[in-house]
């Protein structure tokens, strides 16, 4: 006999978990973080495995501090500690790195509730906690393929090490100095996670098919960078090949794909998602082009994420049916 069960809405409901939403992201991040060892060697590799570690712990840790039940399960405090990971130089103490994931999990996350309460990515968050924090060390960069001129070094070194000294270069969105091909392999200096456009192409694509994500927030977003990219060649006079470079150096893929898109704290809505997309774009370019630092799409995610209620608020959908307050009156 079928048992009619009486309960609230929702009332389609997904067979798709938080923990399988996750370990497919995570999944997907795959491809990049090959990439990542390829190009900066096997201390890659341990700045992924560490920063999910103790990410891992410090949830553990709030969770018992807060009496509360372990939620290290899902997936979730994994994932923030590998994009975290993704997001710094390969050399990056690895003590700095630990404090990042600390913050980001302890204070933005947990702090403000756990997972599902908080205002902002965690990743993202925690990043630009160390780049405010230790900007130096956050903006030294490696040449690609450095450690097979450097045999000695070892997993713990550090950028101060001796062993890097005349290895460091700028980004190639800083430098210029990148071709079109090299961006998107991969065979540039930059955060371990962002250089190969091809390997993040690769994850994102794969998110879009399984339905993780949504495709309107990475296109809106790479969509209106290259616009606007487009108009300052125009106006400028410059060169076209600005616009793919735009899209390819520094971590717009890896932004777009795998941190704009996050559930928490992007719009619900597919309005929503489009208007925060062509935000996250719009400030990505201002910042490159007018600010003190060459890349914002870390800023531009945070300060969007910060938009985000107001921005649900904007394009809810309203119930078939629903009279407004001003028809009511006019009825009356």
């Known amino acids: 006999m079928n048992i009619l069960t009486v309960s609230p809405s929702p009332h389609i409901r997904s067979g798709i978990s938080t923990q399988k939403i996750m370990l497919a992201v995570i999944a997907a991040l795959i491809p990049a973080i090959i990439a990542g060892t390829i190009v900066f060697g096997p201390r890659a590799i341990l700045m992924v495995v560490f920063c999910a570690m103790v990410s891992i712990m410090t949830e553990l840790v709030c969770c018992v501090l807060m009496k509360k039940e372990s939620t290290i399960s899902d997936g979730s405090a994994m994932l923030t500690g590998v994009l975290l990971a993704l997001n710094l130089p390969v050399t990056l103490p690895l003590w700095q790195a630990a404090v990042g994931c600390i913050f980001a999990i302890a204070v933005v996350k947990q702090l403000f509730g756990g997972l599902g309460c908080n205002f902002a990515n965690p990743a993202i968050t925690g990043r630009i906690f160390l780049l405010l924090s230790v900007g130096n060390d956050m903006t030294t960069w490696t040449k690609p393929f450095y450690y097979t ?66 495709p309107v927030t990475p296109i809106s977003y790479l969509g209106s960078l290259a616009a606007f990219t487009f108009i300052k060649v125009l106006v400028t006079g410059g060169n076209m090949i600005e616009v793919p470079y735009a899209l390819l150096s520094g971590g717009v893929i890896l932004g777009a794909f795998f941190m704009a898109t996050d559930y928490v704290t992007t719009p619900i809505t597919a309005k929503g998602k489009l208007i925060f997309g062509i935000g996250c774009g719009i400030l990505t370019f201002v910042i490159r082009e007018f600010a003190s630092m060459p890349e914002g799409c870390s800023f531009s995610i945070l300060i969007m994420n910060l938009l985000t209620p107001y921005i649900n608020k904007f394009t809810k959908t309203k119930p078939i049916g629903r009279k407004t307050e001003r028809r009511i009156a006019n009825e009356n």
């Not at 000695?152 to 190639?172: I, N, V, Y």
């Not at 962002?194 to 993040?200: G, I, V």
């Open 149 to 214: 001129d450097t045999p000695a070094l070892g997993f713990f070194e550090s950028s101060g090490s001796a062993a890097l000294d005349g290895l460091t270069r700028a980004t190639p969105l800083a430098s210029g100095d990148a071709g079109l091909l090299e961006l998107f392999l991969g065979n540039v200096g930059g955060s371990i996670g962002e250089t190969s456009a091809l390997a993040l192409l690769i994850g994102g694509i794969f998110l879009i098919i399984t339905k993780i994500i949504s």
